[in-house]
């Protein structure tokens, strides 16, 4: 069983940065591909960026391509997610999860999955 914790949310302001992280424990991170997901008031949850646990191989949703960026310290088994120029459409809960495969969470599923940690953009 893996326990996954997420922090670092807020409220920022459009073209700020955040950083969010996601501290893993209770299995063997470095075996999992690990992911962020969003999910807005209102809206389904999207997925938004994967690291691969093989090659740290990584993949974003189009909506984020270009300003977050993925990355993760398997000696200190967290993940981090840096988001820079931030907007309004930006605003949801964010999850992190992992699971054995990055193609799983590329589909929107994971087996483990963390609280959230809420992002607000204001205008």
């Known amino acids: 069983q893996v326990q996954l914790v997420e922090t670092g949310g807020g409220l920022v302001q459009a073209g700020d940065s955040l950083r969010l992280s996601c501290a893993a424990s209770g299995g063997t991170f470095s075996r999992y591909a690990a992911g962020w997901f969003r999910q807005a008031p209102g809206k389904e949850r999207e997925f938004v960026a994967v690291v691969s646990w093989v090659r740290a191989n990584t993949y974003y949703s189009d909506s984020v391509k270009g300003r977050f960026t993925i990355s993760r310290d398997n000696a200190g088994n967290t993940v981090y997610l840096q988001m820079n120029n931030l907007n309004p459409e930006d605003t949801a809960l964010y999850y992190c999860?992992?699971?054995?495969?990055?193609?799983?969470?590329?589909?929107?599923?994971?087996?483990?999955w963390g609280q959230g940690t809420q992002v607000t953009v204001s205008s």
């Open positions: 999860a992992v699971d054995s495969s990055s193609r799983t969470i590329l589909n929107g599923s994971a087996a483990f």
